[in-house]
C-alpha cells in the first residue's frame, strides 16, 4: 500500500477551492498525467452532499490506466472524498479538507492511500501514480491562480508551510 498526505497553505477561499477540486470533468485541463475523464453521474442526495462518478484515465506515454471512481463532496464538512470502483486497484481512497483561516486563505490537506491489484502492474504504474499525487496540490494551486486570482484581494501572496 501507498500512503500519500501533503498539506499547503493557500491564498484562496476555501469553497472556490472545493469547487474546484469538484470539478473533475476539467482535470484532463491542469492535473499531471489525467489523459480523460467521463462523467458518469452526478446527484445531490442531501442538502450540502454531492456523489460525482466518473472514469478516469491516467499514465504516461503509450502507458494509461482506466477506472471508476466515486467523488463524494461534503460543504457542511468541508471534505471530497475519493473511492476507486474498478480498475486495476484493489482500492483507493482519498480525501481533501478545506480549513479556512480567514475570508481569502485556505489550508489545503490532501492525503491518499492505494494498492494496485496486480504486483506487475504495479511495479510500472506505481511510479506514475506517486508522481501524480505528489504533484496534485501544486497543480491545483497553479490552477486556482488561473482561475481565481483576479478575485483574490491578497494576489500572489501564497505562503508555504
Known amino acids: ?6 498539506t499547503k497553505f493557500v491564498g484562496y477561499r ?19 498525467r489525467c489523459h480523460a475523464v467521463r462523467l458518469l453521474s452526478c446527484r445531490m442526495t442531501e442538502p450540502g452532499t454531492t456523489i460525482v462518478v466518473s472514469r478516469m484515465t491516467v499514465g ?3 502507458f494509461e490506466v482506466s477506472y471508476a471512481n466515486r467523488t463524494t463532496a461534503d460543504t457542511i464538512k468541508r ?3 475519493i473511492e476507486a470502483l474498478d480498475g486495476p486497484l484493489r482500492f ?7 480549513e479556512p483561516r480567514d475570508a481569502d486563505h485556505t489550508q489545503l490537506h490532501f ?15 506505481s511510479r506514475v501514480f506517486g508522481a501524480m499525487f505528489s504533484e496534485i496540490l501544486n497543480a491545483f494551486e497553479r490552477r486556482a491562480a488561473q482561475l481565481f486570482s ?9 505562503k508555504r508551510r
Open 60 to 62: 504516461f506515454s503509450v
Open 14 to 32: 476555501w469553497l472556490d477551492l472545493f469547487n474546484l477540486v469538484l470539478d473533475v470533468k476539467s482535470y484532463p485541463e491542469f492535473v499531471p
Open 79 to 81: 471534505q471530497i472524498r
Open 111 to 125: 492525503s491518499v492511500d492505494y494498492e494496485f491489484s496486480n504486483p506487475v502492474l504495479a511495479a510500472v504504474a
Open 150 to 158: 483576479g478575485r483574490n484581494p491578497t494576489g500572489a501572496a501564497h
Open 1 to 6: 500500500m501507498t500512503s500519500i498526505q501533503t
Open 92 to 98: 483507493l481512497n482519498a480525501v481533501w479538507r478545506f
